[in-house]
């Protein structure tokens, strides 16, 4: 039988001395005894020869992703789902269910969110850029969204009874706000092209399983589009929701005496930059789980990372903020607050994060104030104060 323990060893020596010739002679040398029975030495050969370029060759050539079925993407997130059921506080039901039950109202978002989200990553050099990256962001998203909601009241409209019928309602709606915050991603910023085919997903007309199913697709690709803007996808989010929800998820949160399909789309549109009920519960938990990612980012191969470049800012704004930036609000101040936002003196405060980065890691951070600013801005930690502004 072939023995991979003496495969893995050889195959080192190969890796080290870079001498592909040398892995012919050797390959060539083993007893054909050691070579799986029904597979010839030529052929193992070629199997291994294409391993080694696919491992070394830079940079790679995309493998694809393979399309898994929903199902089975739900098993690596069982954790969580169980975290989502829990936080819910809903019977478990099925999804028959004549009153609203987790099986009927949760569980068939996050089964149609997978079918437009699948395995694509929530950035291209962000946070979550790695495969499933927008999946995994938009559950933590979705959780912690409805796990902030809990600790507050919707804005009451009638009594007592009322208001308690009401609160799971708008607390799903955190939820489903959270899980969909990205999903204009799939439409405005990404193109996914088919593996075998080369044909382009349009997720406004189809699910990807619908896609692939038509084209015979198995796995695919993603392109970044050149064009994109930064929070374009913003505007797009609300066109997905009818996607997701089910008729009797639109009867249930469109309710007419109390309907949430405008603090829903607003929410959408508008939880970066406008506070609220779903606001501010989205807003919080999407900036906590791009800064958790940003911290433990692995490879599965190299494993973890150093900090990224927003991580190194973020670092340098709260060591500021406690040492030089003490004082607030006053003619020669450098940072000001107001209500709930703060606002930083331009371009004075980047260039002391910019000196104050790069002190301790030299070179860590580009010599230039429009590039700090273009990483803060992506990575949103700062926002403009409307579209038209130069600076945010």
């Known amino acids: 039988m072939f023995r991979e323990e003496r495969y893995f060893t050889e195959w080192r020596k190969m890796l080290k ?30 199997e291994l020869e294409r391993m080694l370029t696919d491992l070394v060759k830079y940079p790679p050539s995309p493998e694809g992703v393979p399309i898994l079925p929903a199902k089975d993407l739900l098993i690596a997130y069982d954790d969580i789902v169980r975290e989502i059921e829990f936080e819910s506080g809903m019977v478990h039901g099925t999804t028959e269910s004549v009153a609203p039950v987790f099986m009927n109202t949760y569980y068939p978002v996050i089964i149609n969110i997978i079918s437009y989200v699948h395995l694509l990553p929530a950035s291209e050099h ?8 927008l999946l995994r962001h938009s559950f933590e998203v979705g ?16 009594l007592v009874d009322i208001e308690k019928l009401r609160e799971p309602r708008w607390q ?15 439409v405005g910023d990404i193109h996914v092209h088919g593996h075998n085919t080369g044909t382009i997903w349009n997720a406004h007309c ?26 374009a996808h913003e505007h797009l989010n609300a066109t997905m929701l009818k996607q997701v929800l089910t008729p009797f998820l639109g009867k249930w949160l469109f309710e007419k005496h ?3 399909s405008g603090p829903v789309s607003s929410a959408l549109l508008n939880y970066g930059k406008q506070t609220g009920y779903l606001e501010d519960a989205v807003r919080v938990s999407d900036a906590t789980s791009a800064e958790m990612d940003l911290r433990s980012q692995w490879h599965r191969m190299m494993g973890q990372s150093k900090n990224s470049a927003q991580e190194s800012i973020v670092d340098a704004m709260r060591e500021l903020k406690s040492t030089r ?25 980047i260039q002391a994060v910019m000196s104050w980065v790069n002190k301790g890691q030299p070179n860590r951070l580009p010599q230039d104030v429009k590039s700090i600013h273009g990483i803060l801005e992506n990575s949103n ?12």
């Open 17 to 46: 001395s870079n001498a592909l010739l040398w892995f012919r002679a050797k390959i060539s040398e083993w007893d054909d005894e050691e070579i799986l029975s029904h597979v010839s030495k030529d052929t193992r050969i070629r």
């Open 126 to 133: 962000n946070h979550h850029s790695e495969v499933g990256g």
């Open 143 to 158: 959780l912690n969204s409805l796990r902030r909601v809990k600790r507050r009241k919707p804005e009451p409209i009638g």
């Open 172 to 186: 799903f709606a955190a939820f489903l706000t959270g899980m969909l915050h990205d999903i204009g991603k799939v």
């Open 206 to 231: 189809d699910s990807i399983y619908t896609w692939a199913t038509r084209h015979g697709e198995t796995k695919y690709t993603v392109e970044w589009m050149n064009n994109r803007r930064s929070y």
């Open 258 to 260: 109390d309907d949430l």
């Open 325 to 349: 930036w003490r004082t607030i609000n006053e003619p020669q101040s450098l940072v000001f607050v107001v209500d709930d936002d703060v606002y930083l003196k331009y371009p004075e405060c």
């Open 381 to 392: 930690l700062v926002l403009r104060n409307h579209e038209q502004a130069s600076v945010s």
